[in-house]
């Protein structure tokens, strides 16, 4: 079946239970086709707009789909399409609202953009007429719409989100992280998972993050019911890692950096980030513990490390954490994991360099000073002999 009949497909089967248009553009973002019966008025000023150039952007960085909201919570999944590197066709799904915003709040933000009152009226009916859909339901269109363009699968952590500079989507958003919160069944999966280090955890992630469902967990606060429901579920984790065999006090240090970390969350992005991360960081950990050849005292050193690279301690405070001798730790220490106490953790430090690299915009100098290399030429000699390449080398690569 060629792309055309799978869109058209794919369209009147949507079609059997939301009112969703599809929208297609040429390479110039000039449009070519829609099934909205307001088409022209739509496009020109709820998707177009002005925004041709952030669109380009994020088009030339990932083929993946995006799922874009503008400055009054309206949403569209958007799917390129190449053929090779050529940038062929943009296809666009929506507009809908994943919130039920009051007419009165979607008036006052029409109202700034100085329209008469005969078309602000118009465009609030419009708008009153727009399907309300979960963003679990979301994620499958986007999915789905993908492999119809393109015939590859993805999965929900592939999907990319483009927030309005204006006004960020989490103000009018109820981000269903479904992984973090899902149906019963699915959350004592999950724990599971966790207090036994299954290392196969992508795929339930990936499932429940379609499938799950959110309770409420806030009044009215769309960005505090996302922050409360990975709280709940690191506290969840973090008892089921003890029963795994964490240490009480890791669990505890890990607890707290997440939650001061989804406190500072000001973006959609980077609040499924620390999810995902946060569930990884807490089954890697027990597997590690559950497999370890180590004994607890060199293991406790090894957790303690990697718990504070962004801290300075010595030999000494090392010691300290397992009542040993500097002599006899470093010693029993080399014996077990074939390095000094110093080049394991400069050897995680790295590590971390790598994957900050790869996942933040910080520059080299802030990543070094981070991590406390002495210097940022120590840093990146040191990044060479590990990697083979210069940490700049490295970043250009991973993008």
Request: hydrophobic share 35%; with cysteine.
């Amino acid at each position: 079946m060629d792309i055309e009949s799978s869109l058209a497909l794919f369209r009147d089967m949507i079609g059997c239970c939301h009112d969703l248009y599809l929208w297609t553009y040429d390479s110039g973002f000039h449009l070519i086709s829609s099934n909205c019966p307001e088409q022209v008025t739509v496009n020109d000023f709820f998707i177009m707009g002005h925004r041709r150039e952030e669109f380009d952007k994020q088009i030339s960085m990932n083929r993946t789909p995006i799922i874009f909201t503008n400055e009054i919570g309206l949403m569209w999944v958007m799917v390129p399409q190449f053929k090779e590197d050529e940038f062929l066709r943009l296809y666009v799904l929506g507009p809908f609202f994943v919130d039920d915003s009051p007419p009165k709040s979607l008036e006052s933000e029409l109202s700034k953009h100085g329209l008469s009152i005969s078309l602000r009226q118009e465009f609030l009916a419009f708008l009153c007429k727009l399907p309300i859909i979960s963003l679990s339901r979301i994620f499958e269109y986007a999915i789905m719409l993908y492999f119809c363009i393109t015939g590859e699968k993805i999965t929900v952590s592939d999907l990319r989100y483009c927030e309005s500079e204006q006004h960020p989507p989490e103000a009018y958003i109820q981000r269903e992280l479904a992984d973090a919160h899902g149906t019963y069944k699915d959350e004592q999966e999950m724990l599971r998972m966790v207090r036994e280090g299954d290392l196969n955890y992508q795929t339930h992630m990936n499932r429940m993050s379609i499938t799950g469902h959110l309770g409420k967990l806030s009044n009215g606060d769309p960005m505090r019911q996302m922050k409360n429901t990975v709280l709940v579920c690191v506290t969840l984790f973090s008892r089921a890692a003890i029963e795994g065999g964490l240490p009480p006090e890791v669990s505890y240090s890990l607890t707290d950096r997440y939650f001061q970390s989804v406190e500072a969350c000001t973006t959609i992005s980077d609040l499924v980030e620390i999810a995902h991360t946060m569930q990884a960081d807490f089954i890697q950990r027990v597997h590690r513990c559950r497999t370890s050849h180590l004994s607890q005292p060199v293991q406790a050193c090894c957790e303690y490390i990697n718990l504070h690279l962004d801290d300075k301690f010595t030999l000494e405070q090392l010691a300290q954490q397992v009542g040993y001798t500097e002599y006899y730790l470093s010693k029993k220490f080399k014996r077990e994991v074939g390095l000094t106490p110093n080049e394991y953790t400069r050897k995680a430090r790295l590590e971390r360099a790598a994957l900050l690299l790869r996942t933040t915009q910080k520059d080299v100098q802030e990543i070094s000073e981070q991590l406390q290399f002495c210097s940022q030429s120590y840093f990146a000699d040191h990044f060479r002999k590990l990697f083979g390449i210069t940490p700049t080398e490295y970043r250009q690569q991973k993008k």
